[in-house]
């Protein structure tokens, strides 16, 4: 069993992912921003994080960026989800350290 966060503001999306990852046999945290994101960090390393793109106050980019750069978790792996399906905006993503990128909308599969 995996513990892994979602990072996530809009809840429908964040209970869609928690849903099925509790169907797989992971715990699932939950976040709706970077910043409590990032105290669920302090208080227990996760597995895994899969950080949307797009959240209010820090961008999930801004908290991937800052999980790399810290000693702590910078092994930690992550996966960006987003709405930006662009070559671009993926290479930017696996640039900053992301492990994966998965654009919404996607299959619970």
């Not at 209970?15 to 960090?41: C, Q, R, T």
């Not at 092994?75 to 492990?99: F, N, Q, S, Y």
């Amino acid at each position: 069993m995996a513990r892994i966060l979602i990072v996530e503001d809009e809840a429908d999306i964040r209970e869609l992912i928690a849903y099925n990852l509790h169907k797989a046999g992971h715990e699932a945290l939950h976040a709706a921003s970077a910043e409590e994101a990032a105290d669920l960090v302090r208080a227990a390393l996760p597995d895994l994080v899969v950080i949307d793109w797009m959240l209010p106050g820090m961008s999930g980019v801004d908290l991937a960026r800052r999980l790399k750069a810290a000693k702590r978790t910078e092994g930690l792996p992550i996966i960006m989800v987003t709405a930006r399906g662009a070559e671009e905006d993926k290479l930017a993503a696996l640039d900053i350290g992301a492990d994966d990128y998965m654009t919404k909308p996607f299959s619970p599969r």
